[in-house]
């Protein structure tokens, strides 16, 4: 009895409560809540959401605040691959590619005042014609190229095949005949005017020439060390491709050091770029993201299934070929005086001889012949170093200067033999 007693007074209190929602007394406490959620939640609120927008909005007033908003560079994580193995871990950096546009405007800039466009013009004879005395097998053409202002005072350096209308590429077709070049002149950066240049010397065996215009004040291009230079850097190649004056085409370097044979079987140590060479690209540079110079651009594979393959001469391999040409008109070299033949093993182990450089032949009077070198002989180590092809021993050769002693050893008849010669000038 008294448990429910006291239930029914606790209920009835209850409703008692619940009735008292009508008085006077609980609309002012109901009324003074109400104030207090105004004051301590909304007005801040509206408050906070002022405040940001007058501080987003002063920021994205100032231009370098809203640059640095926009522009920014963030890392975001991709969901879209959710290999744990993943190289780069499922994290990707947005580039910003102004960067790069402001690199290749930069370079742009510095070199094109450096680079010249060239035009070769040349007679191109028919002997057929003249066999049946025909009319009309004379004619007059024109090779278009690019080079690269050396000096201020007008020495420009290009490729030897630009300037040059007697290399087998040209003159190895029966039907027509080319002469030597009657006229080369060469076009400035924003200039139409065409200047004629004169060959001050050219080298057939680093495919480099040096040719001169009548003028001074010229824009001297800028080299830059290519023995440091690394795979994947910016490159940008320029020059007159197809006649089209002041173009520039840009890439990466893909490979240094590349050996490469050309369709005459000269080997080459170049630059590998992706960068487009094209057509009368030929001599101009290859230049890094300061716009100095790394190559002359010089070869570029073809075909298909081949795209983006250049190669570019290292400046460093130039600048010596370079002052040579300007000083002498050509490019003195040691000279040992043989011809050979590569002996690899399955040669050798056919005609019972040793792997080496088989000596085809001795020159009168040079240095292999006063050295006492013989028909015959294999040559098997240059200086310490073991030789199995000219290329080799060219190689270690032109390390050296005319009349450096070059170390030899030789098989002769079975035997090895030391022979010490004196290097002395190519013909």
């Given at each position: 009895?008294?448990?429910?007693?006291?239930?029914?007074?606790?209920?009835?209190?209850?409703?008692?409560?619940k009735t008292v929602n009508d008085s006077k007394s609980f609309n002012n406490k109901k009324e003074g809540k109400k104030s207090n959620?105004?004051?301590?939640?909304?007005?801040?609120?509206?408050?906070?959401?002022?405040?940001?927008?007058?501080?987003?909005?002063?920021?994205?007033?100032?231009?370098?605040?809203?640059?640095k908003i926009l522009n920014g560079n963030y890392s975001f994580t991709s969901n879209s691959n959710s290999n744990s193995d993943s190289k780069y871990n499922g994290y990707v950096s947005e580039v910003n590619l102004s960067n790069y546009s402001d690199t290749a405007v930069?370079?742009?800039?510095?070199?094109?005042?450096?680079?010249v466009g060239i035009k070769l013009e040349y007679s191109v004879n028919s002997p057929i014609y003249e066999m049946f005395g025909l009319q009309g097998g004379n004619s007059t053409a024109t090779a278009t190229g690019s080079g690269i202002i050396i000096?201020?005072?007008?020495?420009?350096?290009?490729?030897?095949?630009?300037?040059?209308?007697?290399?087998?590429?040209?003159?190895?077709?029966?039907?027509?005949?080319?002469?030597?070049?009657?006229?080369?002149?060469?076009?400035l950066f924003n200039?139409?005017?065409?200047?004629?240049?004169?060959?001050?010397?050219?080298?057939?065996?680093?495919?480099?020439?040096?040719?001169?215009?009548?003028k001074t004040g010229l824009a001297k291009a800028e080299f830059a060390d290519s023995d440091s230079i690394k795979v994947g850097e910016f490159a940008m190649a320029v020059g007159n491709p197809i006649g089209m004056q002041s173009s520039v085409t840009c890439g990466i370097v893909s490979a240094v050091n590349r050996e490469v044979t050309d369709s005459d079987g000269k080997q080459y140590t170049l630059i590998q770029t992706d960068t487009a060479i094209n057509a009368g690209n030929s001599g101009g540079a290859l230049v890094n993201s300061e716009g100095k110079v790394i190559g002359i651009n010089t070869l570029k594979l073809s075909g298909t299934g081949i795209e983006g393959m250049g190669f570019?001469?290292?400046?460093?391999?130039?600048?010596?070929?370079t002052s040579q040409l300007i000083q002498y008109s050509k490019v003195k070299r040691p000279y040992i005086g043989i011809t050979g033949i590569d002996l690899d093993e399955e040669t050798a182990k056919k005609y019972n001889l040793t792997v080496g450089i088989y000596v085809r032949s001795v020159e009168d009077f040079a240095s292999a012949q006063k050295?006492?070198?013989?028909?015959?002989?294999?040559?098997?180590?240059?200086?310490?170093?073991?030789?199995?092809?000219?290329?080799?021993?060219?190689?270690?050769?032109?390390?050296?200067?005319?009349?450096?002693?070059?170390?030899?050893?030789?098989?002769?008849?079975?035997?090895?033999?030391?022979?010490?010669l004196t290097l002395g000038e190519q013909p």
């Open positions: 009895m008294d448990t429910n007693n006291n239930n029914k007074e606790k209920t009835n209190n209850s409703n008692n409560f959620f105004g004051t301590n939640v909304v007005i801040p609120f509206f408050s906070g959401v002022l405040g940001c927008g007058i501080v987003i909005g002063t920021c994205f007033g100032i231009p370098s605040v809203r640059s930069y370079a742009a800039n510095k070199i094109l005042p450096s680079i000096s201020e005072d007008g020495y420009i350096l290009t490729n030897n095949h630009v300037v040059s209308t007697n290399s087998s590429s040209n003159s190895s077709d029966s039907y027509y005949q080319i002469t030597e070049a009657s006229k080369l002149t060469v076009t200039d139409d005017t065409e200047y004629e240049a004169k060959i001050v010397g050219k080298d057939e065996q680093t495919d480099l020439a040096v040719i001169k215009i009548e570019a001469i290292p400046i460093n391999s130039t600048t010596d070929i050295a006492g070198m013989k028909i015959g002989d294999i040559i098997i180590e240059a200086d310490g170093t073991k030789v199995t092809k000219m290329d080799d021993l060219n190689k270690i050769k032109n390390s050296h200067k005319i009349g450096d002693e070059m170390k030899l050893k030789v098989n002769r008849d079975g035997k090895e033999e030391e022979i010490t």
